[in-house]
């Protein structure tokens, strides 16, 4: 039996006799989009987010993140409307009363829309260069309403603006990036403006940059080069120093920044973001020695981005890292999980959906971030995001509601730590050997 149709179908139907530029009108209203796998995705709600589960397949379809209203000419309109007509009869893909019920359901849970954070929406990952009024009128139509803050720079002249944009949108400002260390004239500086505008952001805090000798384009060298390099530069980091002495000094590096801080009200998290501090056990370790500091209140921020490489891998033992990661745990950034290290949107990787439900199960309540790191214009970006988030999500709470993947899921086969990984999907999983986030290990062949 047909599915019953969305009444917003149903107008446009009933408009068809009524000419096309009704039917235009109907439609461009609606902001209709087509997602990477060529389905037309409705926009649905004041915000603008993209609803997930209002969808079906052109038999035509259009390029990647095209306006179907620009694009859409006479020529295709018949395409089109017959499009509509499977998208009622086809109950398999019509999931629009489940996907909106899972919503409602959950519109205070883990992956809510209001429990997100935007992450990584500054320049260079915005190809548009978004200004700080841009930026975030680009948040706000978005629907999120927290937001962590990327400096690609030390001018904290542009930092008051940022601020400023922010508290008028009425987004919070959850979270600020924080590169320096407590010596650095800029790290009070920074502090200062948040004493100015009374707002105190977590400090999301990763390894020194102190006599890191970063590759830097320079034309000569190649993509393929650079990462080589970058690769040795994180393998000397795992053993330049002893494991205590490591963990006593970076220890006493963010007591630090902790200590600077508390003054202003503002609390430090430790970003898992490469190489030796990028690594879970380490940062646990780290934690463990500033309790025996009296601090007590640094948390984690937990990177999907950062959980493989070629030099560890958490997926392979990431029902246990989690026990013992959680009770530190304050933000997770997710992004579709690959063995390349490239970035794919949420449902489109290996892992994604396994750790989102380890965590969901868990119990664990915090901040969810959507990372643009991606690249190209932040806006369609953190869409595609939104995308893939809601779709997982949806499937989490009931297998097969989702519908079709939106994105195409990425099948290769890739080399991490020397070995190669076939993807689940495609066959048995070999990972010899690799380092978890304990240490090194072997994993047997299954």
């Known amino acids: 039996m047909p599915a019953k149709a969305d009444p917003f179908i149903e107008r446009v139907l009933a408009q068809i006799g009524s000419g096309c530029e009704s039917l235009n009108a109907a439609l461009s209203a609606k902001e209709l989009m087509i997602s990477a796998r060529g389905h037309v995705i409705l926009r649905d709600d004041p915000a603008g987010v993209v609803s997930e589960a209002s969808r079906f397949r052109l038999p035509q379809p259009l390029a990647t993140g095209e306006n179907l209203m620009t694009s859409l000419n006479y020529k295709r309109l018949a395409t089109f409307l017959m499009a509509f007509l499977v998208l009622i009869v086809d109950g398999t893909r019509f999931r629009a009363e489940a996907a909106s019920r899972t919503r409602s359901e959950s519109a205070g849970g883990l992956w809510a829309h209001n429990n997100l954070v935007a992450w990584m929406v500054t320049p260079p990952w915005d190809a548009k260069a978004r200004g700080p009024e841009e930026r975030v009128q680009m948040l706000e139509k978005l629907g999120f309403k927290n937001y962590a803050f990327m400096p690609h720079d030390k001018d904290i002249l542009t930092y008051d603006a940022e601020i400023e944009a922010l508290r008028r949108h009425g987004i919070n400002l959850l979270a600020w990036r924080f590169y320096l260390d407590a010596d650095d004239p800029v790290a009070k500086a920074t502090l200062e403006t948040f004493k100015r ?144 290290g490239d970035l794919v949107y949420p449902s489109q990787g290996d892992s994604e959906f396994d750790m989102m439900r380890t965590i969901e199960r868990s119990g664990w309540r915090g901040h969810v971030g959507l990372i643009a790191e991606k690249g190209g214009d932040a806006e369609m970006t953190l869409r595609n995001y939104l995308v893939g988030l809601d779709w997982l999500a949806v499937e989490l709470k009931h297998p097969g509601a989702g519908g079709p993947h939106p994105f195409p899921v990425v099948r290769d086969t890739k080399k991490t730590a020397g070995t190669t990984i076939t993807r689940p999907d495609e066959g048995k999983i070999t990972r010899l050997p690799v380092a978890n986030s304990s240490g090194w290990s072997y994993t047997i062949p299954h």
Not at 211 to 232: C, F, I, T, V, W
Not at 259 to 278: D, Q, S
């Open 197 to 340: 505008h009374n707002v105190h952001p977590r400090l999301w805090v990763s390894q020194s940059l102190k006599g890191m000798n970063l590759p830097r384009p320079d034309g000569k060298m190649s993509a393929e080069e650079q990462h080589q390099l970058l690769m040795q530069l994180r393998r000397e980091d795992l053993t330049k120093a002893p494991q205590e002495l490591r963990v006593k000094q970076e220890a006493d590096r963010i007591n630090s920044l902790v200590k600077l801080a508390a003054p202003y009200g503002i609390k430090v998290a430790l970003y898992n973001h490469n190489g030796w501090f990028g690594m879970m056990g380490n940062q646990v370790a780290i934690i463990e020695r500033l309790k025996q500091l009296g601090v007590t209140d640094v948390g984690i921020v937990y990177n999907f981005s950062h959980a493989r490489d070629e030099l560890h891998d958490d997926t392979l033992n990431f029902p246990e890292l989690w026990k013992t990661i959680k009770p530190y745990v304050v933000t997770v950034n997710i992004t579709g999980m690959q063995t390349d």
